[in-house]
C-alpha cells in the first residue's frame, strides 16, 4: 500500500509539472501568433510602400 501511495505522489506530481508545462507553452504559442501577426502586417505596409515607390520610379522615368 505503501508503494502505491508513493507512486501516486509521483503520478501527481508529475501532472502538476506537465499542466504548468503545458500553461507556460499555451502562453508563448499565444505571444508567437501575435508577434506573427504584428510581422504579417509589418511586411505588408512594407511591401506597399515598395510598389508606391516603384509606381512613381515607373512615373518619373516616362515624364522624364
Not at 509589418?42 to 509606381?55: G, L
Request: cysteine-free; aromatic content about 2%.
Amino acid at each position: 500500500l505503501k508503494a502505491l501511495a508513493e507512486r501516486f505522489d509521483r503520478l501527481a506530481e508529475q501532472h502538476r509539472r506537465l499542466a504548468e508545462e503545458n500553461r507556460s507553452l499555451g502562453q508563448a504559442q499565444e505571444q508567437l501568433v501575435a508577434e506573427r501577426a504584428q510581422l504579417l502586417n509589418k511586411n505588408e505596409q512594407a511591401r506597399s510602400r515598395v510598389a508606391a515607390m516603384i509606381a512613381r520610379l515607373k512615373s518619373l522615368e516616362h515624364n522624364a
